[in-house]
């Protein structure tokens, strides 16, 4: 699919179709992410650093557990 890059004020963007915007489930306003891979730009919907945090949040929460229950009294 080809998207053409436009001056909007001092800066270049695009549009996006309807059909690409369903399938990323974002809606005007929302941000998207793009991130480097070896395969090139991969543009997502969701934080993938925030992602990393969770799942660092998650180890402690599981590493703690017992600790959290007692502070949750």
Same mark, same amino acid.
């Given at each position: 699919?080809? *998207?053409? *890059?436009?001056?909007? /004020? =001092?800066?270049? /963007? &695009?549009?996006? @179709? ?6 990323? $489930?974002? =809606?005007? /306003? ?6 480097? &891979? @070896?395969? /090139? ?6 934080? @993938?650093?925030?992602? $990393? ?7 402690? &929460? ?5 600790? *959290? ?5």
């Amino acid at each position: 699919m080809k *998207l053409k *890059l436009r001056k909007i /004020g =001092n800066s270049i /963007g &695009t549009t996006f @179709p309807k059909e690409i915007l369903d399938k990323l $489930q974002v =809606n005007e /306003g929302d941000t998207l992410y793009l991130t480097e &891979t @070896p395969d /090139g730009i991969e543009l997502t919907a969701y934080d @993938p650093e925030f992602e $990393q945090v969770m799942e660092a949040a998650g180890e402690i &929460t599981r590493h703690y557990r017992n600790a *959290l229950k007692e502070l949750a009294k």
